[in-house]
């Protein structure tokens, strides 16, 4: 075939460059810069680790195993037992929930987290539960059907169960470890498991006494109200104080260094270990003697509690001290005003702020309404007035202004309790892998919000008496109550009262130098000078 047919066979058709030596230089010079790619290179993921994915699987496997139970507890307990056992078994929840969610409250960490651990609790664990102590039991009475019960109850059920509830702090530990760094968050975690895990099984428990008094002639008799005093007003905690020390387990080997595998190992299996025995030992305590419920209970549990609450108070309280260890460096390099790192190491200065900043940006609206540069403004019996009627606007606004500002001092105070743990987990010798780009992300949220909050924070630290050493003598402020600023202040002290005003601007004069990659503990002065011209801030506002 000639040259010229191959050429009017292929007319038309886009010619294809000859690759050749001389102009290999000259073909890759004219490709663009990767910027500027318009048809980039697919990267094939495998399906779990597609996020979407997993999160879809996840629910999907969490509903189906919530249908599954619900079906086999309405089951056995009738649909009228259901319901009942359903209505009781959710008065304790908002209780265990809100200690729960007041422990971790000094860096609270998502919701997703949280429900999901009570969801895998309430949906996931509990049908696993149901399904191998069955089995267990039944495989046991074939052989010994006199203690099948006992034995199901006192070493199937607490290694099946607190294995089940176990699993979910174990997933959060693995796949959000930045959001698991300590011992209050691994008892967050399975607080939240082992609620929703009480919960179902208080459905269950509950519904089954109902039916045992309809069939004694009687709505609500002795059976009903019996097992409600003793699983949800005596013994709510029962189930989160046993998956709580596989929580703590956990959380010591999140703070501890990846040197020291022996602990990182051996604190999460020990942890599971006593949850289990403390499980058997409660399970077990109704067999002893007439009494031994009364007995494990008062000389065993309630003591027992004690100390965990204890031990997880002084872990918060630490973490609270945490921060005015870490955050003075950034005080230091003038990304903080002194005073600051105390005030955000105190959960009343902390929420002081977020009150001053509500009722100081609604107040500068003018008589709660929008801010005008005429207002006048007057402090008496400890509240901020204006006098702008003419400007005044529907008080919702007001109180709008008012909660963005707040909502700005709540970030304000999240994003520095995250760069504190963040400095606070290097020291351990346990660093993020992206510890430089994190630390200079939170500096510039905290950049953004500052105008907003640095007063704030000033001020409750005036009032709580948080002072740095060597500072002067807090402000008098007993004439002005406690939510309003110890000196009256101009009508605007700080800028705008729009608290997202700063927002729009750059935070930065010129971009920074990130510090560190991996800092030691409690080295001074790592970083350089502050991105902006002027003296470091001092927070307080003008006269």
């Known amino acids: 075939m000639s040259d010229g047919s191959v050429q009017q066979r292929w007319q038309g058709q886009p010619v294809v460059p000859v690759l050749q030596e001389q102009r290999v230089d000259e073909i890759l010079a004219a490709v663009p810069e990767r910027s500027q790619w318009r048809y980039r290179p697919r990267h094939v993921v495998p399906l779990w680790r597609n996020r979407t994915f997993r999160v879809v699987a996840v629910f999907a496997v969490l509903a189906l195993c919530g249908v599954a139970i619900l079906a086999l507890v309405r089951d056995q307990t009738g649909t009228e037992g259901f319901l009942v056992g359903l209505g009781l078994a959710v008065l304790p929840v908002p209780a265990l929930m809100s200690a729960f969610r007041w422990l971790g409250r000094v860096d609270p960490r998502p919701w997703r987290n949280l429900l999901f651990a009570f969801a895998w609790g309430a949906c996931a664990a509990a049908l696993v539960a149901i399904l191998a102590n069955s089995f267990a039991t039944r495989w046991i009475a074939g052989s010994d059907p006199g203690n099948a019960d006992t034995l199901g109850a006192t070493v199937i059920a607490p290694v099946v169960e607190e294995s089940a509830k176990a699993a979910a702090v174990l997933l959060l530990f693995l796949f959000r470890r930045r959001e698991f760094t300590g011992l209050v968050d691994g ?63 956990l959380g010591i080997a999140a703070s501890t260094a990846p040197g020291r595998r022996f602990r990182r190992i051996g604190a999460p299996l020990l942890g599971l270990v006593l949850a289990m025995g403390m499980h058997a030992l409660w399970n077990g305590s109704a067999t002893f003697t007439r009494y031994g419920f009364y007995i494990v209970y008062g000389a065993f549990m309630v003591p027992v509690f004690g100390l965990i609450t204890w031990l997880l108070v002084r872990a918060r309280r630490q973490e609270l001290r945490s921060l005015a260890v870490e955050l003075p460096a950034y005080a230091e390099a003038g990304w903080l005003s002194p005073d600051e790192p105390l005030a955000l190491a105190s959960m009343r200065a902390r929420a002081l702020a977020r009150n001053a900043a509500r009722q100081r940006y609604a107040t500068a609206a003018g008589a709660y309404g929008q801010p005008h540069p005429t207002a006048s403004y007057s402090y008496g019996h400890g509240h901020a007035h204006a006098h702008a009627p003419a400007h005044a606007k529907h008080p919702k606004e007001a109180k709008e202004h008012g909660r963005a500002a707040a909502r700005a001092v709540a970030e304000y105070e999240a994003f520095a309790t995250s760069l504190a743990f963040l400095r606070r987990q290097a020291g351990r010798g346990t660093p993020d892998p992206d510890f430089a780009a994190r630390e200079l992300e939170l500096l510039h949220h905290l950049w953004q919000r500052r105008d907003v909050a640095g007063p704030a924070l000033a001020y409750a630290a005036r009032a709580t008496h948080r002072r740095p ?61 502050p991105p902006y011209a002027g003296p470091p801030y001092t927070g307080g506002p003008s006269a």
Do not use: C, K
Request: glycine fraction near 8%.
């Open 469 to 529: 050493p060597g500072f002067p003598p807090p402000w008098p402020h007993h004439a002005y109550g406690p939510h309003a600023y110890a000196v009256a202040p101009a009508p605007y002290p700080y800028g705008a009262p729009s608290p997202y005003a700063p927002y729009a601007a750059q935070p930065y004069g010129r971009q920074p130098v990130p510090p560190y990659t991996t800092p030691p503990p409690h080295t001074p002065q790592p970083y350089n000078p």
């Open 187 to 249: 008892a967050v975690a399975a607080g939240f498991t082992a609620t929703g895990f009480a919960f179902t099984e208080n459905i269950l428990y509950l519904g089954n006494a109902f039916g045992e008094d309809q069939q004694m002639g009687s709505a609500f008799a002795s059976v009903t109200v019996m097992t409600f005093l003793i699983r949800a007003v005596m013994t709510p905690f029962a189930h989160p104080l046993f998956t709580v020390m596989t929580g703590i387990g």
